[in-house]
């Protein structure tokens, strides 16, 4: 499967931002969605996930409240909406896609095969 994300940019800390991200090559509601994003200097991490009807979806506690996870699997598309960002959000956001067929428990890093080319978000103090 295919992925490109859309959307990163320059924001205010306290303003909001939305990511989407778009599949192609496989039957998308065959995978579990998620948003990892990685700072310079540090390893990629784990946002939040969603599971192939978007009923099961985990969040970093770090981005919990703030940051939610959602798809659309009618036009083959994740979305993550953040709002009251923080300078700590900064980083490159990446999408990525874990063959998961009708699952829903919670799928760590490392069973994600397919990745995005990453997008960059900026939040200014």
């Known amino acids: 499967v295919q992925l490109q994300a859309f959307g990163g940019g320059l924001v205010q800390g306290g303003g909001s931002l939305s990511l989407s991200c778009a599949a192609s090559g496989r039957t998308f509601r065959d995978y579990t969605m998620g948003w990892f994003r990685q700072a310079p200097g540090l390893e990629r991490e784990f946002v939040a996930t969603?599971?192939?009807?978007?009923?099961?979806?985990y969040y970093a506690d770090s981005v919990k409240g703030r940051f939610t996870i959602s798809r659309d699997n009618a036009k083959n598309t994740v979305y993550l909406q953040m709002n009251s960002l923080k300078p700590e959000d900064t980083a490159a956001y990446y999408c990525?896609?874990?063959?998961?067929?009708?699952?829903?428990?919670?799928?760590?890093?490392?069973?994600?095969?397919?990745w995005g080319q990453g997008t960059l978000v900026t939040v200014s103090s």
């Open positions: 990525a896609a874990s063959y998961d067929p009708l699952g829903g428990r919670f799928r760590p890093i490392a069973e994600f095969k397919y």
């Open positions: 969603v599971n192939w009807n978007g009923y099961s979806t």
